[in-house]
């Protein structure tokens, strides 16, 4: 039996964040697991006896503080803190806003930050767990402001990672596509954005918003289990020294180690995907 840690995960409602809650559960260690429905918590506390619902928006330093009040009345120690919670905002840059692009920061760049900066002091020689993406890479279009929320987060916490006077470690995962909500909500918010557009930008890129509406769906649907990240973050969960990075699934292998490729040589890749060359 291995040692029982204590676990910490935003956005655990659906998709990834669920099942890796129930995974860290079922192998005996205990999870507050965060939420923001009532509802969610009630779903996951019956899943299984080591979790607990914890009510965190991680955008409101305010549900921060709260479900940090509550967590230390609940549990003296924690050793593994996991910045799950996500979304993905998409579209063509020109049709999208520096608002948009700062929402999607709010959620996948500076909410993690705002969870290091209130929980470090509880996290003394434990373990940050990021959920971050191939699409740290940075190499794809139409989907930028969730590439560069990723990329943003990796590299700031791989900062923190050689700085901290703590002994925690950081360590990046980063999922291929993951079958899950998060595609379907992203779709339908990318619609949303684009028709609040003016008609020129509109017609400029409403055959670039099929496409990549055809893409998210047709990936989703190929998509990976998410049994598999959550096998993927037990494993670092229980291990001493995990490596600062893990892709999930070849195309995240693939696509970190395109990203290494001069800029010129990618885009004459992604044009050529995209039938532009
Ligand atoms: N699916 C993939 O292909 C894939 C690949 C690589 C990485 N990832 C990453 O994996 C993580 C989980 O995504 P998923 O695919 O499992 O999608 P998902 O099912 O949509 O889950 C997203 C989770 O984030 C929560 N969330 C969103 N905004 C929040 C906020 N302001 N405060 C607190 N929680 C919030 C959601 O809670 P509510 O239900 O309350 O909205 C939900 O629990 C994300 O960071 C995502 O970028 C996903």
């Known amino acids: 039996m291995k040692k029982q840690q204590t676990i910490l995960i935003t956005g655990a409602s659906s998709g990834i964040g669920r099942q890796i809650a129930k995974t860290l559960a079922e192998n005996g260690h205990k999870v507050f697991a965060g939420v ?17 619902g914890v009510y965190i928006d991680v955008t409101k330093s305010s549900s921060i503080d709260k479900a940090f009040w509550f967590i230390i009345k609940n549990t003296d120690k924690l050793d593994v803190l996991i910045n799950n919670a996500g979304i993905a905002v998409a579209g063509p840059v020109e049709g999208l806003t520096a608002e948009n692009i700062k929402e999607q920061f709010e959620v996948n760049t500076f909410a993690p930050l705002r969870m290091l900066y209130k929980f470090l002091p509880m996290l003394h020689g434990g373990k940050i767990i990021n959920m971050s993406s191939m699409a740290s890479s940075g190499i794809f279009p139409y989907i930028s402001p969730y590439c560069a929320s990723k990329r943003s987060m990796d590299i700031l916490f791989n900062a923190f990672a050689l700085e901290n006077k ?39 890129y409403i055959k670039d918003l099929l496409l990549m509406e055809k893409n998210a769906l047709e990936s989703n649907n190929s998509g990976i289990d998410v049994s598999k990240v959550a096998l993927k973050v037990l494993h670092i969960v229980e291990k001493n020294n995990p490596k600062p990075s893990y892709c999930v699934g070849i195309k995240s292998n693939l696509a970190m180690m395109l990203s290494a490729f001069p800029q010129g040589f990618i ?10 060359l």
């Not at 923001?36 to 779903?43: A, C, G, H, V, W």
């Not at 044009?271 to 532009?276: A, D, E, I, S, W």
């Open 267 to 276: 885009n004459k890749l992604i044009k050529f995907k995209l039938g532009r």
């Open 36 to 52: 923001r429905k009532k509802s969610d918590k009630i779903q996951l506390e019956k899943l299984n006896k080591n979790i607990t």
């Open 166 to 204: 703590d002994r925690v470690k950081v360590i990046s995962v980063k999922p291929a596509v993951i079958k899950t909500p998060i595609w379907n909500k992203s779709v339908k918010h990318a619609r949303e954005l684009f028709e609040k557009q003016n008609e020129t930008v509109r017609e400029k």
